[in-house]
């Protein structure tokens, strides 16, 4: 693509953010379907948020992302904050719509359709997701309004059960419960899909899995949404145990998908993003 007085941009922001993998996945994006954007990282410390937006905001910048630590906060500095979002506690998204900053989150939405697009249906099933942290909790909102029985799983206990509580209005029947292998093996004896979205077994904790080997079935779909290692331990063992799994790479691309439609209103090159992705984290190895 050929930068011009014409190229908007779009970035993430965060800190740290230069391990991010959205700038490959969006600008593979925007070259695919031949929109005349860029997308770029910024590192951006707590203290300099609010400038940093209201900066985006005069430079015309055209979308963010958002990522750590900025996911709440960043809700302050917004004139307009979706729904979803507001529900969630925490944008991971930004539009600039003529000057007016619109917040979302495309995390429960990304994460619920990457296991729809890896066949895995979720209307009228049972799904035992494990964290109550900030994935877990954009996961969540989603999952209880699309599958028939939501079982949080959360080591520190109040967490779940808090998260149950704010979801009670939705059509799933929703509890939260205390992560351990007694309760894992109740739950997952009826499960339909089980979500990992704790951060155990993510890099350098590859050997570690939030499920022992023994409870995993064939009847079980599983989703880790950690993607550094690509393959976790918890993906290995279902894998293993003959489970349909589905890598967290998945997620980011779906999330990342779901953000670009609501930059550009055009539908999102998925399989280019996926490849540059995945070119990318091969890499890195
Ligand atoms: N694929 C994607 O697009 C995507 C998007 C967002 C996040 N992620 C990944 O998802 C993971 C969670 O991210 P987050 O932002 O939700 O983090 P977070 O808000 O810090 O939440 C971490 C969760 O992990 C649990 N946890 C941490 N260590 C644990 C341990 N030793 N045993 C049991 N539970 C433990 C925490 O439980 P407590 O409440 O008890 O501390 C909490 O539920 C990270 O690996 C992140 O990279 C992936």
């Given at each position: 693509?050929?930068?011009?007085?014409?190229?908007?941009?779009?970035?993430?922001?965060?800190?740290?953010?230069q391990?991010?993998?959205?700038?490959?996945?969006?600008?593979a994006?925007?070259?695919?379907?031949g929109?005349?954007?860029?997308?770029v990282?910024?590192?951006?410390?707590?203290?300099e948020?609010?400038?940093a937006?209201?900066?985006?905001?005069t430079?015309?910048?055209?979308?963010?992302?958002?990522?750590?630590?900025?996911?709440h906060?960043?809700?302050?500095?917004?004139d307009?904050?979706n729904?979803t979002?507001?529900?969630?506690?925490?944008?991971?998204?930004?539009?600039?719509?003529?000057?007016?900053?619109?917040?979302?989150n495309?995390?429960?939405?990304?994460?619920?359709?990457?296991?729809?697009?890896?066949?895995?249906?979720?209307?009228?099933?049972?799904l035992v997701l494990?964290?109550a942290?900030?994935?877990a909790?954009?996961?969540?909102?989603?999952?209880?309004?699309?599958?028939?029985?939501?079982?949080?799983?959360?080591?520190?206990?109040?967490k779940?059960?808090?998260l149950?509580?704010?979801?009670?209005s939705?059509?799933?029947?929703?509890?939260?419960?205390?992560?351990s292998?007694?309760?894992?093996?109740?739950?997952l004896?009826t499960?339909?899909?089980l979500?990992?979205?704790?951060?155990?077994?993510?890099?350098?904790?590859?050997?570690?899995?939030?499920?022992p080997?023994?409870?995993?079935?064939?009847d079980?779909?599983?989703m880790?949404?950690?993607?550094?290692?690509?393959?976790?331990?918890?993906l290995?063992d279902?894998?293993?145990?003959?489970?349909?799994?589905v890598?967290g790479?998945?997620?980011?691309?779906?999330?990342?998908?779901?953000?670009?439609?609501?930059?550009?209103k055009c539908?999102?090159?998925?399989?280019?993003?996926?490849?540059?992705a995945?070119n990318?984290?091969?890499?890195?190895?």
């Amino acid at each position: 693509m050929t930068i011009s007085g014409k190229t908007r941009v779009c970035a993430i922001i965060g800190d740290p953010v230069q391990h991010s993998l959205s700038p490959v996945i969006h600008n593979a994006a925007f070259n695919e379907v031949g929109l005349n954007l860029v997308y770029v990282a910024f590192n951006v410390g707590v203290t300099e948020l609010k400038d940093a937006i209201l900066g985006a905001k005069t430079l015309g910048i055209h979308g963010l992302n958002i990522t750590m630590p900025h996911k709440h906060s960043v809700m302050n500095y917004l004139d307009k904050i979706n729904m979803t979002a507001k529900n969630i506690g925490a944008v991971n998204t930004i539009l600039n719509k003529n000057g007016i900053l619109i917040g979302y989150n495309t995390d429960g939405a990304g994460a619920m359709l990457a296991l729809k697009e890896n066949g895995i249906c979720t209307e009228e099933k049972k799904l035992v997701l494990l964290g109550a942290g900030g994935a877990a909790k954009a996961i969540a909102y989603q999952a209880a309004q699309e599958v028939e029985e939501l079982v949080i799983l959360n080591r520190t206990v109040e967490k779940a059960k808090q998260l149950a509580k704010i979801l009670h209005s939705f059509n799933a029947k929703v509890i939260g419960k205390m992560l351990s292998n007694n309760v894992l093996y109740k739950e997952l004896t009826t499960a339909n899909i089980l979500v990992n979205a704790t951060s155990v077994g993510m890099y350098p904790d590859n050997n570690n899995s939030p499920v022992p080997s023994d409870l995993l079935t064939s009847d079980l779909c599983v989703m880790d949404i950690i993607y550094n290692p690509l393959n976790t331990k918890l993906l290995n063992d279902a894998k293993y145990a003959g489970a349909k799994t589905v890598s967290g790479v998945d997620m980011l691309i779906y999330q990342g998908a779901v953000a670009f439609e609501i930059w550009t209103k055009c539908t999102a090159p998925v399989e280019v993003m996926k490849k540059a992705a995945l070119n990318e984290l091969i890499n890195r190895v």
